[in-house]
Antibody, heavy 117, light 110 residues
Framework: EVQLVESGGGLVQPGGSLRLSCAASGFTVSTYGMHWVRQAPGKGLVWVSLIKSDGTTTTYADSVKGRFTISRDNAENTVYLQMNSLRGEDTAVYYC??????????WGQGTLVTVSS | QSALTQPRSVSGSPGQSVTISCTGTSSDVGGYNYVSWYQQHPGKAPQLIISFVTQRPSGVPDRFSGSKSGNTASLTISGLQAEDEADYYCCSFAGSYTWVFGGGTKLTVL
């Protein structure tokens, strides 16, 4: 059974950094593209970032480009999202999801990031 | 990367059909057949219900169907059931390995 478990969320001050983890089980992360999607409280879903199955191609939404970095550790079967220079508008639940057939097939339960002083 | 346009809310009675529209541009919805739809119940993670505009993943009831015409995609739910009450999001590939979601539609089953 495919399972994704996000962790690493919490309260951070504006300008601070946080690293989110997405631990996968039931499949190998290197065989799928992996996304991060976020959802601000009471708001809609927003795509954040992709790491392709090749592990070298990464893409980002304009709103996070230059501040966030997606990466993958095949040995740990985990995908990461390093978030720097955090802003209030980055406050959201962050979900990781598998990419299959150009859609988001499996989702984790999400981890909440709150950026506030 | 502007969000796709969805109605904020729709409603229907049990047994009826409802359609949720999703309007984008020729750079996203109109340019690719990579439109997907997601159902999200309160406090839960989203769940894929339609991919490739019209395809239902295994386990998704055939009451859910998708279509596309030009820059607008649509999700139709027929034979509405109480458990269909949820938020629904469309999503489209937008080129250069980027994606864009719609703003979401709240479905109320009366």
């Amino acid at each position: 059974e495919v399972q994704l478990v996000e962790s690493g969320g919490g309260l951070v001050q504006p300008g601070g950094s946080l690293r989110l983890s997405c631990a996968a089980s039931g499949f190998t992360v290197s065989t799928y593209g992996m996304h991060w999607v976020r959802q601000a409280p009471g708001k809609g879903l927003v795509w954040v970032s992709l790491i392709k199955s090749d592990g070298t191609t990464t893409t980002y939404a304009d709103s996070v480009k230059g501040r966030f970095t997606i990466s993958r550790d095949n040995a740990e079967n985990t995908v990461y999202l390093q978030m720097n220079s955090l802003r209030g508008e980055d406050t959201a639940v962050y979900y990781c999801a598998t990419d299959s057939r150009w859609s988001f097939t499996n989702w984790g339960q999400g981890t909440l990031v709150t950026v506030s002083s | 990367q502007s969000a796709l346009t969805q109605p904020r809310s729709v409603s229907g009675s049990p047994g009826q059909s409802v359609t949720i529209s999703c309007t984008g541009t020729s750079s996203d919805v109109g340019g690719y057949n990579y439109v997907s739809w997601y159902q999200q119940h309160p406090g839960k993670a989203p769940q894929l219900i339609i991919s490739f505009v019209t395809q239902r993943p295994s386990g998704v009831p055939d009451r859910f169907s998708g279509s596309k015409s030009g820059n607008t995609a649509s999700l139709t739910i027929s034979g509405l059931q109480a458990e269909d009450e949820a938020d629904y999001y469309c999503c489209s590939f937008a080129g250069s390995y980027t994606w864009v979601f719609g703003g979401g539609t709240k479905l109320t089953v009366l």
